[in-house]
C-alpha cells in the first residue's frame, strides 16, 4: 500500500503563485511515475502533469504548459508542482497520483491522494 498526502493548496489572486506538495509514503518505489490531476466542480478529473521515476520524462496539459512545472525529489519521496501565472479556470482539486508509467490518462494510475483545493480569484 502506498499512501499520498497533498498540500500547499489555497485561495491565490490571478497571476499568483502556489506551490503543491505530495508526500509519498509506505510501499513506495522510486520507479514509480508521480502525476498530478485536477477536477473541477461538476467536471470530469483531468491530467495536469506527469513526471517518470527518473524525471527523464515528463508531460503537461496543454492548458498549463510554460505556467506549471513538474519536479521530484526521490531521497524525500516527494513530488513538487510548482503553479504560476495562475488564472481562474485553474481552480480546482488537486490530486497526486502514482502510476508504472508516465502516462496520462487517470485508468493508468493505481494509487491517489486525498486532494488540496486551488482556488484562483479573479
Known amino acids: 500500500q502506498v499512501q499520498l498526502v497533498e498540500s500547499g493548496g489555497g485561495l491565490v489572486q490571478a497571476g499568483g503563485s502556489l506551490r503543491l506538495s505530495c508526500a509519498a509514503s509506505?510501499?513506495?518505489?522510486?520507479?514509480?511515475?508521480m502525476g498530478w490531476f485536477r477536477q473541477a466542480p461538476g467536471k470530469d478529473r483531468e491530467f495536469v502533469a506527469v513526471i517518470s521515476g527518473s524525471g527523464g520524462t515528463i508531460y503537461y496539459a496543454d492548458s498549463v504548459k510554460g505556467r506549471f512545472t513538474i519536479s521530484r525529489d526521490n531521497a524525500k519521496n516527494t513530488v513538487l508542482l510548482q503553479m504560476n501565472s495562475l488564472k481562474p479556470e485553474d481552480t480546482a482539486v488537486y490530486y497526486c497520483a502514482l502510476g508504472l508509467a508516465p502516462r496520462v490518462q487517470v485508468s493508468d494510475f493505481r494509487s491517489w491522494g486525498q486532494g488540496t483545493q486551488v482556488t484562483v480569484s479573479s
Open positions: 509506505g510501499r513506495t518505489d522510486r520507479r514509480y511515475a
